[in-house]
Structure formats: structure tokens, C-alpha cells
């Protein structure tokens, strides 16, 4: 390739790149995985014969996705002998992420979690059509399939994903006003005060991946919640903190013990209530906390 050329082909790279890694991040879950998934994507990208494609933002999609297709189906089996839940990789996201409601809504941890319970065809064609409006002929070319058997997989994965996560969008001050209360509560170490924010079949998720102490099994119940957490409290002999953030376009909670960066809690919240509790304490998926990361759906 010419150096016109190659400065072309970076160019077009560079403009979708925040696009191509929103969708390898939404694919995967890891965003460690998604910069392996763009780099691989580039080097594809560069050997390409440029004069023949029509579309590159399509071409890129595609790239990008049959890698993280062929990257999210080997890390299954990773996942089946990862210690505890496997909760995804939060990021600390730009300004213009908790800005753009449907952007923050794809992105949204409590989704994430949602998208974890598919299958990989199903995620592919679920994130590509319902998240990034490609169409049925653009995702059945990506993926080998006829236009008719992609229908088919996103009214699957469609009908999967919405029985499964809230039919009402919270604001971001509903969900602010919620996560402070669970704050409060939490500083004060008043159950009740935490009760009254939960919602009663409220589902804690905590991921440690064997690194730091989590609960190996979902938490289900507002009592049994309260219980783990002021619990959890009560035996800590360091100091606790907890200071509000916005994780992946949301609002979110940034834990302290002793001083230091611990984890990271988001939450799902309907009708005023924490309805889901998602906290990661295993360091490996806490490197993307410290600076803030671009997401883009175009």
C-alpha cells in the first residue's frame, strides 16, 4: 500500500475507532478484550484492497465483529472455570456517554449483564441490529447467515434480552437519588435505612474472580442483601469509603478500604428502588477506572 494510501486507511480507522470498540465492549464485556479485537482489526484492515470497498464503516463491523465473535466463543470456556460471577469490565466514560441516553442505556452494567446470558450468535445479532441498526442483510453477511435466519436469532435474543431487563428507562436522577440513599445507609450502618432503598427481591452480584473476597453465589432478597452488606461492614477493621461516579454513562458508586481504589458498584433501579446490585472488586477489570474512555453507536 502507497503512503497516500496507508494515511487513508488510517483516516477511516481513526474515525470509526470509538464506534468498533462500543461494538467489540458490548460483544465481550472486557475492554481489554475489545483493544486485543481493534488491533487485530487494524492489521486486517491495513492489508485490505481499500479501492474495493464501498462501505468502510461497514467493512470495519464486520471486521471487528467476526473477531470478537471468534473471541467472545473461546472466552466461554475461560468463564466456565472463573472463580465466583463474571461481572463485565466497567468503564469510566466520557461526558457525552451519560449525555446520549441510548448510548448509556447499551452500555448500561446492569444491560451488560443482560447480554452475558446469551449465546454468541445471539449477542452478535442482538448488539449489531437492536444497539447499532445495522440491517438484517448487513449482519447476515457478517456472520455467514441468510437474511431470514438472522430475523429468526434477533426476535430470539430480543425476546430474551427484554424479559430480563426493566420495560421503564430510569433518569439519572432517579437512579443518583437511589444509589445516594444506598450510600447513606451504608455510611450510617442502618439496615433499615438500606431496606428502604431496595427493592424486595433485589439481586446482589459481586465479582472478585478470586483475587479479592466477593460472594461466590448471586445474593437474592433485600434482607439477605442488607445482611452481606452491613455485615460485611461490620467485620472490615480498615476504613470504608464510598464516593459517587459514573460508570459505563451511569451513575455509579467508587469503593475505598483503607484509603485505596477497591471496586466499583452500579445498580439497576425501577420505581425508585435497587432492583440489581453489580460490584467489581477483582483488580484485573478495574484498569479502565482511572481514565475516561469514548463510546460512540455510529
Known amino acids: 500500500m502507497s503512503a497516500n494510501g496507508t494515511d487513508a486507511a488510517t483516516a477511516e480507522f481513526v474515525a470509526h475507532r ?17 483493544e486485543d479485537v481493534l488491533q487485530e482489526t487494524w492489521l486486517r484492515w491495513v492489508a485490505v484492497d481499500h479501492a474495493e470497498v464501498r462501505e468502510p464503516r461497514a467493512y470495519l463491523v464486520r471486521i471487528a465483529t467476526r473477531l470478537a465473535l471468534n473471541r467472545l466463543r473461546s472466552a466461554q470456556h475461560r468463564r ?20 446520549d441516553v441510548e448510548l448509556a442505556e447499551s452500555v448500561s452494567m446492569a444491560l451488560m449483564v443482560v447480554l452475558e446470558t446469551l449465546g454468541p450468535t445471539e449477542r452478535a445479532v442482538f448488539v449489531l441490529h437492536d444497539v447499532f441498526g445495522f440491517e438484517f442483510s448487513e449482519i447476515a453477511a457478517t456472520l455467514d447467515k441468510t437474511p431470514a435466519a438472522v430475523r429468526q436469532i434477533a426476535h430470539r435474543a430480543r425476546a430474551h434480552v427484554e424479559a430480563r431487563r426493566p420495560r421503564i428507562t430510569v433518569t439519572a436522577d432517579e437512579a443518583r437519588a437511589a444509589l445516594d440513599g444506598f ?116
Open 183 to 298: 450510600r447513606r445507609a451504608v455510611e450510617t450502618g442502618d439496615p433499615q435505612a438500606m431496606l428502604a432503598v431496595l427493592a424486595p427481591d433485589v439481586v446482589l452480584i459481586s465479582d472478585g474472580g478470586g483475587l479479592k473476597q466477593a460472594a461466590l453465589r448471586p445474593i437474592l432478597g433485600a434482607d439477605r442483601v442488607a445482611r452481606f452488606v452491613t455485615g460485611g461492614l461490620r467485620k472490615t477493621t480498615v476504613p470504608v469509603a464510598i464516593e459517587p461516579t459514573v460508570v459505563n454513562g451511569n451513575p455509579a458508586l467508587a469503593l475505598f478500604v483503607d484509603g485505596e481504589f477497591d471496586g466499583v458498584l452500579a445498580a439497576q433501579v425501577q420505581d425508585g428502588l435497587i432492583t440489581g446490585i453489580y460490584i467489581v472488586r477483582n483488580p484485573q477489570k478495574l484498569t479502565r477506572v482511572g481514565e475516561e474512555t469514548s463510546l460512540s453507536l455510529r
Open 18 to 34: 470509538n464506534l468498533l470498540f462500543t461494538v467489540a465492549y458490548e460483544m465481550l464485556g472486557s475492554a481489554a478484550d475489545a
Open 80 to 99: 466456565e472455570s472463573y472463580v465466583g460471577p463474571w461481572l463485565p469490565e466497567p468503564l469510566l466514560t466520557t461526558p457525552d456517554v451519560a449525555e
